[in-house]
């Protein structure tokens, strides 16, 4: 299908893409080459020192709880689940995008953690981690999995309300995950910062193939192109 025959909503959302795959990308270089000058002591004691002076029984408890749905147990059940009911309605390439963003996710994650060799927090740490700490696997597989799933329901749904419900919902979600690694003493913020923005790269790319997929599939079965919701 050539670039004149693409829907001008899918060339709005490729050309919002790039621009957030640029800002992404630009983050994480930053960080990552602060990382390697030493430079991001600095900017993320005075953060943590400030969170966790915070910390109470009660606060731990909900931070663990986010945490946990954070973890990749909960998100392989929430997964699975997703999955089931996707394919259920015959959104097979939804599906089939959501395990790709989250498995690859996981596994870009790995990758990253491997090549920076970053050591953990020994700041008043509240539960035991292990591995690397750049960037966080909790907040990168957040944003991209609760981020797909939070844009997948705004597709399904046809309330306006229950929209911005989701958007604001998976937002929620994603930001006090990130914040509960800070509180628990396993991650730095800048561990946290990096994860939202290498899952945010991937995020984009996931999203952006699958749109590309299903307005091609339309273009085979009918003229003018567009994101149609019932049908895959």
Not at 64 to 81: C, E, H, N
Not at 94 to 110: D, K, M, P, R
Not at 153 to 171: D, H, I, P, W, Y
Not at 191 to 217: M, N, P, Q, S
Request: net charge positive; proline share 3%; aromatic share 14%.
């Amino acid at each position: 299908m050539s670039i004149d025959k693409l829907s001008k909503p899918l060339v709005r959302f490729v050309a919002s893409s790039v621009v957030f795959l640029s800002v992404f990308t630009g983050i994480f270089i930053k960080l990552a080459d602060e990382l390697r000058e030493q430079d991001l002591y600095r900017f993320d004691y005075p953060i943590i020192q400030l969170v966790q002076s915070y910390i109470a029984p009660q606060l731990t408890g909900v931070m663990k709880f986010f945490t946990f749905i954070g973890s990749g147990k909960a998100i392989v059940v929430l997964l699975i689940i997703s999955m089931f009911l996707m394919v259920r309605r015959k959104k097979n390439w939804e599906a089939i995008f959501l395990l790709t963003a989250a498995s690859g996710g996981a596994l870009f994650n790995l990758l990253l953690k491997w090549y920076f060799h970053r050591i953990r927090p020994s700041i008043h740490p509240l539960i035991k981690e292990t591995g690397y700490s750049f960037p966080s696997g909790h907040s990168m597989e957040a944003i991209i999995f609760y981020g797909m799933l939070g844009y997948f329901l705004c597709l399904f749904f046809e309330s306006k309300f229950l929209q911005r419900l989701s958007v604001m919902g998976a937002t929620g979600i994603i930001l006090l995950v990130g914040l509960s690694r800070i509180y628990l003493g396993v991650h730095y913020p800048s561990d946290v910062l990096a994860a939202y923005a290498a899952g945010g790269v991937w995020l984009i790319i996931c999203l952006t193939g699958l749109k590309i997929i299903v307005e091609v599939r339309q273009q085979n079965i009918r003229p003018g192109g567009g994101y149609r919701k019932n049908n895959n």
